[in-house]
């Protein structure tokens, strides 16, 4: 039997836009059921994810229900105006399901199947070449269809950065330890040669 957690996860659309102010959808989702957290601060998944909620956890809709209807989030999808991209790749780090591809100093793109609308590349591009353009043909039922692969992505991203975050840790302490090891190197040489001085005044005194 799943948990409540994964239940109330299972009716969120996986964005993972921090629009909620947690962290993901899991965090979100985790909130609702272990601190009483309001059911309407999904503003991509909008009164369907509000009502199935609500359902789920059994509390009265009304206190929240204005508030959803005003918030919903528009279907929303990013573009990047390749011309003027500088190649930084401040939106390939954010985005939580790698929709964006390209590399340092190279032009990006995001594939379209991919974006699930969620917003987080705009913030950080130093440029402003991002685009946010309301979708034409993805409908909020798409959005719900697309759930499962995003949140598959989105914890394979956290996996792939965390991989790259212990590489980066090992590399740092390699050098470290190579500079510790240079630094050994060369003291000591400088106690070989001050030991080496001592001897020769040493002997020059005796004679």
């Known amino acids: 039997m799943s948990s409540l957690i994964d239940q109330i996860d299972a009716l969120l659309p996986q964005t993972q836009c921090r629009d909620c102010e947690y962290e993901d959808c899991r965090s979100y989702a985790t909130a ?10 999904c503003l991509p998944g909008g009164e369907t994810t509000f009502e199935n909620i609500v359902d789920l956890i059994q509390v009265d809709p009304e206190p929240y229900r204005a508030s959803i209807q005003a918030n919903t989030k528009a279907i929303k999808l990013a573009a990047i105006r390749e011309e003027e991209c500088i190649g930084c790749t401040k ?3 954010a985005c939580p ?25 705009l913030p950080p591009c130093p440029v ?32 792939r950065r965390e991989r790259n975050r212990q590489r980066d840790k090992t590399k740092h302490q390699q050098a470290k330890l190579q500079q510790g090891s240079t630094q050994e190197t060369v003291d000591a040489r400088k106690r070989a040669m001050a030991e080496a001085m001592q001897r020769a005044r040493a002997k020059k005194r005796s004679l």
């Open 32 to 41: 609702i059921a272990n601190d009483h957290e309001a059911p309407n601060k």
């Open 91 to 93: 939106c390939i780090q």
């Open 97 to 121: 399901v790698d929709a964006i591809i390209g590399t340092s100093k190279h032009m990006h793109t995001i594939i379209t199947d991919v974006c699930n609308g969620c917003g987080l590349c």
């Open 128 to 159: 402003d070449c991002i685009d946010w353009l309301p979708s034409e043909k993805r409908t909020r039922s798409d959005v719900f269809a697309m759930a499962d692969q995003s949140r598959e992505r989105y914890h394979l991203s956290l996996e």
